[in-house]
């Protein structure tokens, strides 16, 4: 398998066989993933074909936006289920909930959609940091969730300082790395802040984040750019805690 590193390995090069992606948003017809179930088919083919074993669906749940609920994500994955000829890739569904405060008054009321035990997936807006942010991760820890924070790298208003990421994760949070992230998908300053949190050992899971075929085809073809191949593999290898 390492000889393969000579060069920057593509993604199917090194994920481990029994790969689970926690964040994707295969499931049709409810977020701005898959529209239909051909369109969940096609990227479920698409992840297959990239060495992808099973997944976890997490479509949104963003108020006033993507305002889903445990029984709009139910009714999707079931549909999905019934119709499409992939049986079983998608093992179980959460949800990727935005950080803010009414994902807290809902947590209040209903538990929340997790992806596995109490491991909640939750984001963050991509261009402010919630003035109130540490006060929000309290309120869903004082629940009793393990909050894992998804794609980090992509919240720019932390690329200034590193220390910004380990307050959070001394916070006690985990930290879950869009693959995409280091292919240079979305940015060179976000490729880099990858790279970073990797060297640090910062991370703590991974996952896809496809939402529709070009970003199947790009994790196909775009190695994955970073030079310490074995922690890399290492990291991969801890998504099986889901399987």
Known sequence: MFSLFSR??????????????????????????ASTVEDSELLI???KELGIKKSIATPHTFFGRWENTVETIKDAFDHHAEQT??????????????????????AKNE???CLKDN?????????TCPIDLYELLFELKIKGYKIIIAHPERYSYFHDSIEKFEKL??????FQMNLLSLTGYYSKSILKCTQQLLEQDLYDFTGTDIHHIKHIEYLNKKPLVYS???????????????V
């Not at 000829?85 to 809902?106: T, W």
């Not at 994760?169 to 985990?174: E, Y």
């Open 169 to 174: 994760k001394a916070f006690g949070v985990d």
């Open 8 to 33: 920057k390995p593509l993604l199917r090069e090194i994920l481990p066989s029994n790969y689970i992606d926690i964040h994707n948003h295969v499931l049709p017809g409810i977020d701005d993933g």
């Open 45 to 47: 083919s698409g992840m």
């Open 228 to 242: 310490n191949k074995n922690k890399l593999a290492r990291l991969l290898e801890n998504n099986s805690l889901f």
């Open 111 to 113: 538990s929340l959609l």
């Open 85 to 106: 000829k992939d049986r079983g890739f998608v093992q179980n569904y959460a949800s990727e909930y935005m950080l803010d405060p009414k994902l807290i008054e809902r």
């Open 119 to 127: 491991y909640l997936l939750v984001e963050l807006n991509l261009f």
